[in-house]
Nanobody, 126 residues
Framework: VQLQASGGGLVQAGGSLRLSCAASGRTFSSYAMGWFRQAPGREREFVAAISGSGGNTYYADSVKGRFTISRDNAKNTVYLQMNSLKPEDTAVYYC????????????????????WGQGTEVTVSS
C-alpha cells in the first residue's frame, strides 16, 4: 500500500485548507484511515480517523468542530477539510492506514496503523 498526501500550504489564521490522501490497492474500503500531525520539536499526534465505510469518525479535541475527515472509496481517497485554522495547527500532516482497527481508542494510537504517507506541510500564519 502506498499513500500520497497533498494539499498542504501556507494559509492565514481563520482560513481553510483541504488535504487529500490517495491510496493504492483494491481493498481501500476495508481499511480505517487516519490523519496525524507533527509540529517542529513536538511528538506526532492524532488528528482524525475514519472507519472503512466512512460511517464512524473520530477527532482530537483540539480540532473537533473545525476539521472534518471524509473518504471517497470509489477514488481510494481520504480527505481532511480544515477550517478556522489557527497558528497552532502548523505541522506536517501525515495520512495513515490501518488494516485492523480494534480496541479502546484504537484510532488515536500510532501503533494501530500499518502504512504512512510522506506528509504534507501546513503553515498557518497569524
Amino acid at each position: 500500500v502506498q499513500l500520497q498526501a497533498s494539499g498542504g500550504g501556507l494559509v492565514q489564521a481563520g482560513g481553510s485548507l483541504r488535504l487529500s490522501c490517495a491510496a493504492s490497492g483494491r481493498t481501500f474500503s476495508s481499511y480505517a484511515m487516519g490523519w496525524f500531525r507533527q509540529a517542529p520539536g513536538r511528538e506526532r499526534e492524532f488528528v482524525a480517523a475514519i472507519s472503512g465505510s466512512g460511517g464512524n469518525t473520530y477527532y482530537a479535541d483540539s480540532v473537533k468542530g473545525r476539521f472534518t475527515i471524509s473518504r471517497d472509496n470509489a477514488k481510494n481517497t481520504v480527505y481532511l477539510q480544515m477550517n478556522s485554522l489557527k497558528p497552532e495547527d502548523t505541522a506536517v500532516y501525515y495520512c495513515t492506514l490501518a488494516r485492523v482497527a480494534y480496541g479502546t481508542s484504537w484510532y488515536s494510537r500510532m501503533q494501530t496503523y500499518d502504512y504512512w504517507g510522506q506528509g504534507t506541510e501546513v503553515t498557518v500564519s497569524s
